[in-house]
């Protein structure tokens, strides 16, 4: 591992330099992730310097809430940051009292922005509301919190949509310009986060009744999906598909956390291990082990080493499920695309050797999502399993 350790080393010194430059503030867009990486590099190494670090970023993340209009969301706005803050707070990089003035109006602010949201049927995880019901996920329980989580709930048994198979929720994101009903697959955008998002609440003891009820009729209509005459090299599931479980487009999805049979395995995986559901967590690794048979990065369009649509994701994935399993089967899928991910790594003038695929080619990219910060993340759950809690921000735990 100390090839790993040495990536992560250079990824550090990349973030120092760039972090100056950075003025885009989101969670898994901008210097709030970064705070993160800086956060369990500490823990990794017990270096000062990367606390130091960390406590610079929050602080400017704690001047850009009180001082700047910004959107909301999860990925790019006051959500992600306040959940991040939060985080830092209960895994104990950060003192409590820190910022606690803040929490208070914040609240009031995300409460409004998920109850117009979830109303709207605006449930996108990245960019609309699903994604900032995380904050109040990370916060201590308190009645108040409670009630907020109550009424996600509610709003996401009033948008749920009866199938022939269980039930689903339509897609308002991706597809909202479209004629009729779509259904999205995606994790980072569609009915999987609905689910990850329902099992956390379970976990918190919301609703327990009804928000179980949800969770298994919309896990019943998702298992529905599976394409049933899938050839060697062809998904599992589509990305997405009718109200009569027609997949949109080709059968065959990407490899990866956003969209694809990895997202909806770590998703079944998550699930059966909050419900207790042996069957979601079998299903979930007989996805990864077809994956790991039949898909490459060539036929998964992976084209570099990000989570969002890289090979780190795909590592990471394996590496939770193994960790939660055991299973062989899991390890030889981490340790196989790990590789795929040290190949990715030949860019002379790239951060750390890496650059982001993009529409407009390759590029360097510093961010949680898709840049070296959330590659940095990735690996240290690599070396140690256990320091992964950063992960929920993406609904992988």
């Known amino acids: 591992m100390k090839q790993v350790q040495k990536i992560l080393a250079e990824i550090s010194l990349a973030l120092d330099r760039f972090t100056a430059q950075e003025t885009t503030p989101g969670l898994l867009s901008g210097y709030s992730g970064y705070a993160l990486f800086y956060a369990y590099y500490h823990?990794?190494?017990?270096?000062?310097?990367?606390?130091?670090?960390?406590?610079?970023?929050?602080?400017?993340?704690?001047?850009?809430?009180?001082?700047?209009?910004?959107?909301?969301?999860?990925?790019?706005?006051?959500?992600?940051?306040?959940?991040?803050?939060?985080?830092?707070?209960?895994?104990g990089f950060i003192e409590k009292e820190e910022g606690a003035d803040a929490f208070a109006e914040t609240d009031k602010l995300l409460h409004a922005y998920i109850d117009e949201e979830l109303s709207g049927r605006h449930y996108d995880f990245l960019h609309e509301g699903l994604g900032a019901v995380l904050y109040f996920l990370e916060r201590e329980p308190d009645a108040n919190v409670n009630a907020y989580l109550e009424k996600v709930v509610t709003h996401l048994a009033q948008a749920a949509m009866p199938m022939i198979t269980g039930i689903s929720w339509k897609d308002g994101f991706v597809w909202k310009h479209q004629p009729g009903n779509h259904f999205n697959l995606g994790l980072a955008h569609g009915m999987p986060a609905i689910l990850a998002v329902l099992a956390l609440l379970y976990e918190r003891g919301i609703c327990l009744q009804r928000t179980r009820a949800l969770i298994e009729g919309g896990v019943e209509?998702?298992?529905?999906?599976?394409?049933?005459?899938?050839?060697?090299?062809?998904?599992?599931?589509?990305?997405?598909?009718?109200?009569?479980?027609?997949?949109?487009?080709?059968?065959?999805?990407?490899?990866?956390?956003?969209?694809?049979?990895?997202?909806?395995?770590?998703?079944?995986?998550?699930?059966?291990?909050?419900?207790?559901?042996?069957?979601?967590?079998?299903?979930?690794?007989?996805?990864?082990?077809?994956?790991?048979?039949?898909?490459?990065?060539?036929?998964?369009?992976?084209?570099?080493?990000?989570?969002?649509?890289?090979?780190?994701?795909?590592?990471?994935i394996y590496n939770r499920i193994y960790a939660g399993s055991g299973e062989q089967v899991m390890r030889e899928g981490m340790a196989y695309w790990l590789q795929q991910t040290l190949?990715?790594?030949?860019?002379?003038?790239?951060?750390?050797?890496?650059?982001?695929?993009?529409?407009?080619?390759?590029?360097?990219?510093?961010?949680?999502?898709?840049?070296?910060?959330?590659?940095?993340?990735?690996?240290?759950?690599?070396?140690?399993?256990?320091?992964?809690?950063?992960?929920?921000?993406?609904?992988?735990?």
């Open 43 to 91: 823990r990794l190494t017990g270096r000062q310097a990367h606390l130091r670090k960390m406590e610079q970023l929050v602080m400017q993340m704690l001047h850009a809430m009180a001082t700047t209009e910004m959107e909301h969301s999860h990925c790019n706005g006051i959500a992600g940051m306040a959940w991040c803050l939060q985080h830092l707070m209960r895994q």
């Open 221 to 316: 209509w998702l298992l529905s999906t599976r394409n049933t005459a899938a050839a060697p090299g062809i998904s599992c599931y589509p990305g997405m598909v009718t109200a009569d479980n027609t997949p949109i487009g080709s059968a065959n999805s990407r490899l990866g956390w956003c969209y694809g049979d990895p997202g909806i395995a770590v998703t079944l995986w998550n699930i059966g291990v909050r419900l207790q559901n042996d069957q979601y967590k079998q299903e979930a690794c007989r996805i990864l082990t077809q994956v790991l048979q039949y898909r490459n990065a060539a036929n998964g369009s992976i084209n570099d080493a990000g989570l969002c649509h890289g090979s780190m994701g795909l590592v990471h």
């Open 343 to 397: 190949d990715f790594r030949t860019w002379k003038d790239g951060a750390a050797g890496f650059k982001s695929h993009t529409m407009s080619g390759k590029e360097n990219s510093y961010n949680v999502l898709e840049g070296i910060a959330g590659i940095g993340l990735g690996l240290m759950a690599v070396l140690n399993p256990q320091a992964a809690a950063w992960d929920r921000c993406m609904l992988l735990s």
